[in-house]
């Protein structure tokens, strides 16, 4: 089974500045989403962001627009999230998580690897 390979994760301050990948090195499909959903101890798993990577098309969950930014590489195997202006809220495990088109459901998105630990301090 493909799994993907997330890193980037760290402990920052708020305001701080991260940058998530995940890669994966085999897909058989042209066209789908990837992204990222998010688990804080206690709280419910949320979708975070996505992309199609047939056509770049992104899709932001209100609480990190204007701040993360999501990104492809051209053979859209690996995305970069890029994660400016960090709060403690958007503490948790990052996971890369895919689904079939549309994309723009972030809340289906399946989480998929292991994860990847974001912590910002106050």
């Known amino acids: 089974q493909v799994q993907p390979v997330e890193s980037g994760g760290d402990s920052v301050r708020a305001g701080g500045s991260l940058r998530l990948s995940c890669a994966v090195s085999e897909w058989t499909r042209k066209d789908y989403c990837l992204g990222w959903v998010r688990q804080a101890p206690g709280k419910e798993r949320e979708g975070v962001v996505g992309?199609?990577?047939?056509?770049?098309?992104?899709y932001y969950d209100d609480s990190v627009k204007g701040r993360f930014n999501i990104s492809r590489d051209s053979a859209g195997t690996t995305v970069y999230l890029q994660m400016n202006s960090l709060k403690p809220e958007d503490t948790g495990l990052y996971y890369c998580?895919?689904?079939?088109?549309?994309?723009?459901?972030?809340?289906?998105?399946?989480?998929w690897g292991q994860g990847t630990q974001v912590t910002v301090s106050s």
């Open positions: 998580a895919t689904r079939v088109p549309p994309c723009r459901y972030l809340s289906e998105y399946n989480p």
């Open positions: 992309i199609y990577t047939d056509d770049g098309r992104t």
